[in-house]
């Protein structure tokens, strides 16, 4: 686990708020992609510091928030209380504290890339999701990523290791590349079919915040967007 989100986990909170990448390109996106949450029971993985739980509960929803990092946990749980369940889970591991088809949605932003084999994982979203529920994930685009592959071979599945500035210094931050190809594989392999794609359109308020990083990003894929429901 990066130092980002157990030593760092509260600047990286105060960092996402309203920032480019995430407050004004992946959570508008991902947002974008959502079904009605109102009276709907909803299961945050890889929560973080509790940004999406907070759209979430202020929609309506039931939520359940988990995530690796006991002081993100810890984080939801200060600002929540009771309004929120939350428990620290590695989700490489799957979810056994979770009932069969007890979610109707199920969202991952920003998680998956950190799982080397995310096939317990997907089974274990797939047992979770009630008949008709949805799943909706964000990660790095593949084609992102593939400029800083170490191997220079798309298909093969790879750890990348980079600083990122997020919180105002460097933080290194290591992470699995896979290419679309997998993505679609391990989905299909536990029975989740995608029934939508996007790949992220940037705020109107970008534009306000860093006219640059709007052309860029209004321009070039950064994120990647899944939408899946139970075949
Ligand atoms: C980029 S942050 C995204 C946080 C939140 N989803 C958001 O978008 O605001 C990634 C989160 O995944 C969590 N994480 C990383 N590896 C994990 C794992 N194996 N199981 C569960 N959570 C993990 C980190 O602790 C961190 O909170």
């Given at each position: 686990m990066s130092k980002m989100y157990e030593q760092f986990a509260r600047d990286y909170e105060k960092a996402i708020t309203?920032?480019?990448?995430?407050?004004?390109l992946e959570r508008p996106s991902l947002i974008a992609m959502l079904?009605?949450?109102?009276e709907k029971s909803v299961l945050d993985l890889?929560?973080?510091?509790g940004v999406y739980a907070e759209y979430l509960i202020s929609h309506g929803a039931t939520v359940t928030a988990v995530d690796a990092s006991q002081e993100m946990v810890e984080i939801v749980r200060e600002k929540f209380g009771e309004a929120v369940k939350t428990y620290a889970q590695d989700l490489s591991l799957g979810l056994p504290e979770e009932k069969d088809a007890s979610y109707d949605v199920i969202i991952c932003p920003?998680?998956?890339?950190?799982?080397?084999?995310?096939s317990v994982f997907f089974g274990d979203v797939k047992r979770l999701l009630k008949q008709g529920g949805v799943f909706i994930f964000s990660t790095h685009h593949p084609v992102v990523d593939f400029e800083v592959s170490?191997?220079?071979?798309?298909?093969q599945r790879e750890l990348i290791t980079e600083e990122w500035d997020t919180v105002g210094h460097p933080v290194e931050v290591s992470f699995y590349r896979r290419s679309l190809t997998e993505w679609f594989e391990s989905l299909a392999s536990a029975g989740l079919c995608v029934t939508n794609l996007s790949e992220g359109k940037p705020s109107e308020r970008m534009k306000s915040l860093c006219a640059d990083s709007y052309k860029r990003l209004s321009t070039t894929p950064n994120f990647i967007f899944f939408k899946c429901e139970v075949r």
């Open positions: 309203d920032n480019i990448y995430n407050g004004n079904p009605e949450l109102a890889g929560c973080g510091p920003l998680t998956v890339h950190y799982i080397e084999d995310v170490p191997s220079g071979n798309y298909f």
